[in-house]
Nanobody, 125 residues
Framework: QVQLVESGGGLVQAGGSLRLSCTAS????????AAWFRQAPGKEREFVAA????????YYADFVKGRFTISRDNAKNTANLQMNSLNPEDTAVYYC??????????????????WGQGTQVTVSS
């Protein structure tokens, strides 16, 4: 069992930046795919970005390409999401997730085995 804890959310003005971090409780996290999802009020949870265990392969939703960067530090058991050029449409609860599969499962929510509690990101106009 892996526990994931997100941090770094908050209130930011449009055009600003935030860096989210996800800290895992188990060293096995370094062998998993890690991903970020988000859920805005009244909307379904959606895929944002994912990264393979080595950090060499990354995957992004079209709406964040060029603005968000996912990374990981396996020595620290963390996965991070650097978010730049934020706009009000990015307001959501952001969730960290981990997938134990040895191949990329895509952005499907059901593919991920472990989830954090989420961190609120609010972008004001």
């Amino acid at each position: 069992q892996v526990q994931l804890v997100e941090s770094g959310g908050g209130l930011v003005q449009a055009g600003g930046s935030l860096r989210l971090s996800c800290t895992a409780s188990a060293r096995t996290f370094s062998t998993y795919y890690a991903a970020w999802f988000r859920q805005a009020p009244g909307k379904e949870r959606e895929f944002v970005a994912a990264i393979d265990w080595s950090g060499e392969r990354t995957y992004y939703a079209d709406f964040v390409k060029g603005r968000f960067t996912i990374s990981r530090d396996n020595a620290k058991n963390t996965a991070n999401l650097q978010m730049n050029s934020l706009n009000p449409e990015d307001t959501a609860v952001y969730y960290c997730a981990a997938d134990t599969a040895t191949y990329y499962s895509g952005g499907s929510i059901g593919a991920y085995d472990f989830w954090g509690q989420g961190t609120q990101v609010t972008v004001s106009s």
